[in-house]
């Protein structure tokens, strides 16, 4: 019963969180809960290839690219297309998903560092691609993007249109997030225990030993790849309906490497934590724009550059956190019992645990 | 000029300063296993040490060559403490952790470099001085300049003496044996802990020669241009092969070469669909 009671409380919390939020800090800040859900779906996504498998992917932010532009694409007036969002949206994250296999099928019989360079040249290519597939035919816009693409609607109700003219458009994007977000969460969940699921970490443990269990590496593999894509290009496709407009710029490498942070600090292949990280990750940068005014009214004079101070404040703080908790601020409680019955033998080189990195 | 002679040319001396970066990824790579994201950073701290020694130093009244050795010393000097803090805060406590943990906080390193950097330096491309005159050696219808050959023959030096350095010596032995691994190499007497701090420190030399190489090569000096350097320098190591001294130094000249083959003659091949932006 008390369990039926902490989830009701959750939901309720969860359900007038913009409003607080509003309250509190103002609709941008709803906005930047809006991201953050955004953020959670892209880092679980990157959970089932990292965190599962073991398969260290710096080029995740191509299957969002992939997605926001499947979707920016074919409902915007760029080619003249306007489909509906709730054939594009999963079409997005099947596309996604097949540029998942197109990586992962050249990539299979490479281990850790070789996966990484091959992963992260693979995001930099579609990068590029989208940055000159302007000539000779436009079709990706270039670096000036795709702008006015059609907001997500819900029959004849666009999502960007405020509701009844009181509650603003970031609260029904916020809970359309919400929702999908934890049914990112529910499907994550419901993989990690699957026979799948249990097969990708067989796999990350030990890929010879899995093989040998009757584990098809390689099926197994591919469909980590796809499956971790299809996340990332459902948020595409959502990010491309929530902004209106998609450009290159928004698919670097460091935000590949922000959604590999959000998973690693947050507690990799643990859902709860990958969420509370891609939260923390996507809040705390923001939160910390107010070092420029909150010197000012500290010391009358803003001192140091704010936006760098901000960004050496995020370094330091990813350092301190992995220093003071490396296994990730919440790991799987399973985790956290390997690590502490390993003890001194997790210092071993060859510790097969966390392949991932090697 | 003959243009494939010239994009050769380039493409070497670009080659030569990938492939003093790729070691600093490959030493540290083969000791310890890790992907040090900050090793581009450390090549920028470098530079920009470099700049503001030069700097202050123009208006003294010193031979110019005297001035640029002083800068480069100063750069390696402040490289190689610059390394050895961040091994021992970032990197040592993290030895048990799980193998994701380190790279994490070598990516807040590098965040943390850059924004110092350019809370110090200021945002705008700081415009190095020229080290040498600019002269050209006409070889064969292409031009070689004089910053290139010392480029090339510096790098060149420093290569062969890491060589000897790894190869020969009780130290490099003591790497090696590191390398291979820790536990064995501790239980022979080797001081496992000093000797990666000392690979970080020699690393981080490489990486500061390799700054004020490219700085004095393009004449500009930028908080992020590590980045991307060492982005190309790190996929120079794995191309050549990571942890392998001479497998990063032929990464690095490939990627050197096919660089500048690529932004000369991509355009020509492809008819011009695909230019040098690619």
């Known amino acids: ?358 | 000029m003959d243009i494939f002679l010239q994009q050769l040319i380039n493409g070497i001396v670009l080659g030569s300063i990938y492939s003093l970066v790729a070691l600093g990824y490959t030493l540290v790579y083969g000791i310890m296993g890790l992907i040090n994201f900050a090793h581009g950073d450390i090549v920028m701290v470098g530079a920009m040490v470099a700049f503001t020694v030069i700097h202050l130093l123009s208006g003294s009244g010193l031979p110019m060559f005297l001035i640029a050795g002083i800068g480069i010393l100063a750069a390696i000097l402040v490289c190689m403490a610059v390394g050895y803090l961040i091994e021992k805060v970032a990197y040592r406590p993290l030895r048990g952790a799980p193998r994701l943990a380190p790279l994490i906080t070598a990516i807040g390193v590098s965040m943390l470099l850059q924004n110092l950097a350019m809370m110090i330096w200021g945002r705008g491309y700081l415009s190095f001085p020229a080290l040498l005159p600019a002269i050209s050696i006409p070889v064969a219808g292409a031009g070689i300049s004089a910053v290139q050959i010392l480029i090339v023959c510096a790098s060149a030096a420093m290569m062969s003496g890491l060589s000897f350095l790894v190869k020969k010596t009780k130290l490099g032995n003591a790497m090696r044996a590191t390398a291979q691994n820790r536990e064995v190499a501790t239980l022979m007497g080797v001081n496992a802990n000093a000797i990666i701090s000392i690979t970080f420190i020699i690393g981080s030399a490489l990486a500061a020669v390799a700054g004020v190489m490219v700085s004095a090569y393009y004449g500009v000096a930028h908080y992020d241009m590590g980045f991307i350097l060492g982005l190309k320098a790190f996929t120079a190591a794995v191309l050549g092969g990571i942890g392998n001294i001479e497998g990063a130094m032929l990464g690095g000249l490939l990627l050197g070469i096919i660089e500048s083959m690529g932004a000369g003659y991509l355009g020509a091949i492809t008819g011009g669909v695909m230019g040098s932006n690619y």
């Not at chain 1, 990292?50 to 992917?57: I, K, N, P, R, T």
């Not at chain 1, 390689?218 to 948020?235: C, D, E, H, I, V």
């Not at chain 1, 209106?244 to 859902?271: D, K, N, Q, Y």
Request: aromatic content about 12%.
């Open chain 1, 1 to 358: 019963m008390t369990k039926v009671l902490k989830w009701a409380l959750l939901a309720s919390i969860l359900a007038i969180l913009p409003f607080l939020t509003d309250f509190a800090f103002g609709k941008t800040w709803v906005r930047i809960l809006d991201f953050a859900l955004l953020y959670a779906m892209l880092a679980l996504g990157l959970n089932i290839v990292v965190g599962f498998a073991g398969l260290l992917d710096l080029g995740y932010v191509a299957f969002f690219a992939v997605g926001a532009y499947f979707y920016a694409l074919l409902a915007s007036p760029h080619f003249g297309l306007h489909l509906p969002f709730w054939l594009l949206l999963p079409a997005g994250a099947f596309v996604a998903g097949l540029f998942g296999v197109l990586l992962g099928a050249p990539t299979l019989r490479l281990r850790g560092d070789y996966l990484a360079i091959v992963t992260l040249g693979f995001g930099e290519i579609i990068r590029i691609f989208l940055n000159n597939l302007n000539a000779p035919y436009n079709i990706t816009g270039g670096p000036q993007g795709i702008n006015l693409i059609d907001p997500i609607k819900l029959g004849s109700f666009a999502l960007n249109h405020p509701v009844g003219g009181s509650i603003p458009s970031v609260y029904n994007y916020y809970y359309l997030f919400l929702i999908l977000a934890l049914l990112a969460a529910f499907v994550s969940k419901r993989l990690q225990y699957s026979r799948i699921g249990r097969a990708w970490v067989a796999i990350r443990e030990d890929e010879i030993a899995a093989e040998a269990m009757g584990i098809n590496t390689r099926n197994t593999k591919l469909l980590a790849f796809a499956m971790g894509a299809s996340f990332g290009g459902l948020s595409g496709g959502l990010f491309a309906g929530f902004e209106g407009f998609v450009s290159p710029e928004s698919f670097t490498l460091m935000e590949s490497i922000m959604i590999l942070c959000m998973v690693v600090l947050g507690g990799m292949g643990h859902v709860r934590g990958v969420i509370l990280g891609a939260i923390l990750l996507s809040i705390v940068p923001e939160a910390l724009r107010y070092v420029g005014p909150l010197q000012e009214s500290l010391f009358g004079k803003v001192y140091a550059d704010p936006s760098s101070l901000r960004m050496l404040i995020f370094g330091l703080a990813l350092i301190l956190v992995m220093l003071l908790r490396p296994a990730g601020l919440w790991p799987s409680p399973t985790r956290k019992r390997e690590l502490s019955a390993q003890g001194e033998t997790a210092k071993h080189e060859n510790d097969g645990v966390y392949d991932a990195g090697r």
